[in-house]
């Protein structure tokens, strides 16, 4: 349980104690948008220096096992659990933030689709000739959302024979090599021509679980509470909205 007595008054008034703070945040790749337009709006109330790190899900945990310097961990929820039970978070700091289902990429002016509802996603994925998403063996997370929710809803064998996983698959979305793809809705588009169509079914949604810790090794964890707070906050529901993402309260 967090603790709750650093609330958003607090992160709204003066630049911390004995100066202006620098807080380092390592967060994965989907949930940038909405952390750099929060980290603006934070440094500008405060003066507190924000600054963040976006990577891939492997790249996050190289820096958390060499005890790389950040004040704040915005990271895949398995990752930061897996942090807590190696001793290297503040427990009584973290809590979950937010959550990244998947979405359609489409060909901008190119065929429109109906996935209104399972029964007309289902149809649209099986009537397809190819469709891209990532690939799950060089560390990307979306890729593991799709095949969650191809799996449950029975079709995961008739996609996969016909899935281009090629790290360019936006880019052949765009061309046309590609019928669509299926994404993290935060990471569309990555490539001109391309638009996203919206998010899958909420029926069949899989979801990517984002949670944010105060890592052990950070002497002085107060500032980094207080952005914490600054992201949590219902008043910045509103970025995370714009990015697709669902902003996730913690139990209280």
Do not use: C
């Not at 149809?123 to 799996?151: C, N, R």
């Not at 090629?166 to 993290?184: C, H, M, R, S, Y």
């Not at 964890?221 to 906050?233: I, Q, V």
């Amino acid at each position: 349980m967090r603790v709750f007595g650093l609330v958003l008054a607090a992160a709204l008034g003066a630049p911390s104690l004995g100066g202006a703070a620098d807080i380092r945040v390592l967060s994965g790749n989907a949930v940038q948008a909405p952390q750099k337009a929060a980290g603006q709006d934070y440094s500008a109330k405060t003066g507190d220096h924000v600054s963040f790190f976006f990577t891939n899900p492997s790249i996050i945990q190289k820096k958390i096992d060499a005890d790389e310097p950040f004040e704040l961990y915005v990271i895949p929820s398995a990752f930061l659990a897996a942090a807590g039970k190696a001793g290297k978070l503040r427990a009584a700091f973290s809590r979950p933030l937010a959550r990244v289902g998947v979405g359609v990429a489409v060909r901008e002016n190119g065929p429109k689709y109906d996935f209104s509802t399972p029964e007309a996603f289902r149809k649209m994925l099986l009537e397809a000739k190819a469709i891209a998403y990532s690939d799950a063996d060089t560390g990307g997370l979306s890729a593991l959302s799709v095949q969650k929710m191809l799996q449950n809803m029975g079709v995961a064998d008739e996609v996969k024979a016909k899935a281009v996983t090629k790290p360019q698959g936006q880019e052949l979305i765009a061309t046309g090599e590609v019928d669509f793809g299926l994404f993290n809705v935060s990471e569309i588009p990555r490539a001109k021509g391309v638009i996203l169509a919206g998010a899958a079914p909420a029926a069949v949604q899989a979801y990517l679980d984002y949670d944010a810790g105060i890592p052990t090794l950070n002497p002085d964890p107060a500032p980094a509470a207080r952005l914490l707070d600054f992201l949590a906050a219902p008043e910045a529901r509103k970025l995370w909205d714009a990015a697709g993402i669902d902003q996730v309260q913690a139990a209280k």
